[in-house]
T-cell receptor, first 115, second 109 residues
Framework: DTGVSQNPRHKITKRGQNVTFRCDPI?????LYWYRQTLGQGPEFLTY????????KSRLLSDRFSAERPKGSFSTLEIQRTEQGDSAMYLC?????????????FGPGTRLTVL | GQNIDQPTEMTATEGAIVQINCTYQ??????LFWYQQHAGEAPTFLSY??LDGLEEKGRFSSFLSRSKGYSYLLLKELQMKDSASYLC??????????WGAGTKLIIKP
């Protein structure tokens, strides 16, 4: 079963370091989403791609965060100059992209701990 | 502002039935999703409602009333593996998913 995969699963870093996460969506899915989730909360939308185009970015996303999906397949999320408040689970989801209400399927997430 | 409310935690007994409610106030409505999330894992899709009424899928059913801004997820014949958080999410007028904080369901033997 080739679901959504994310790497690494866990990342521990020191404050001020840069980190990069990777997401591989389900192969035929055109849309890819990034979310952040903290304990006891629902996922918080960060950004979304339709193929290689980044169509929307949350106003909450600071300029330290950047995401790319260069060939419309896998995506990377980079956080520069990490802060302790960036500690969270980073979730990637993908969907077919045929219609506005298509279902999003999630990867296992990358848990980031900033010391 | 946009708001989705669901109870923080519920407890039920194995074999019983439990109903998890969700109320929402969003800028537009293009459907409501329920996801299940086990601790430390990613959310998994359970159901989608866009029209009023009940959608049944095995032991799980989901109900929607758009006029009341209300949905519930009904779980029957509860099993220990149903212990998880259940997340309600609404697709708003911009087709963006707005998420509730989730309801942690504890199943006791």
């Amino acid at each position: 079963d080739t679901g959504v995969s994310q790497n690494p699963r866990h990342k521990i870093t020191k404050r001020g370091q840069n980190v990069t996460f990777r997401c591989d969506p389900i192969s035929e899915h055109n849309r890819l989403y990034w979310y952040r989730q903290t304990l006891g909360q629902g996922p918080e939308f960060l950004t979304y791609f339709q193929n290689e185009a980044q169509l929307e970015k949350s106003r909450l996303l600071s300029d330290r965060f950047s995401a790319e999906r260069p060939k419309g397949s896998f995506s990377t999320l980079e956080i520069q100059r990490t802060e302790q408040g960036d500690s969270a689970m980073y979730l990637c989801a993908s969907s077919l992209g045929r219609g506005e209400t298509d279902t999003q399927y999630f990867g296992p997430g990358t848990r980031l701990t900033v010391l | 502002g946009q708001n989705i409310d669901q109870p923080t935690e519920m407890t039920a007994t194995e074999g019983a039935i439990v109903q998890i409610n969700c109320t929402y106030q969003t800028s537009g409505f293009n459907g409501l999703f329920w996801y299940q999330q086990h601790a430390g894992e990613a959310p998994t899709f359970l159901s989608y409602n866009v029209l009023d009424g009940l959608e049944e899928k095995g032991r799980f059913s989901s109900f929607l009333s758009r006029s009341k801004g209300y949905s519930y997820l009904l779980l029957k014949e509860l099993q220990m593996k149903d212990s998880a958080s259940y997340l309600c999410a609404v697709l708003d007028s911009n087709y963006q998913l707005i998420w509730g904080a989730g309801t942690k369901l504890i199943i006791k033997p």
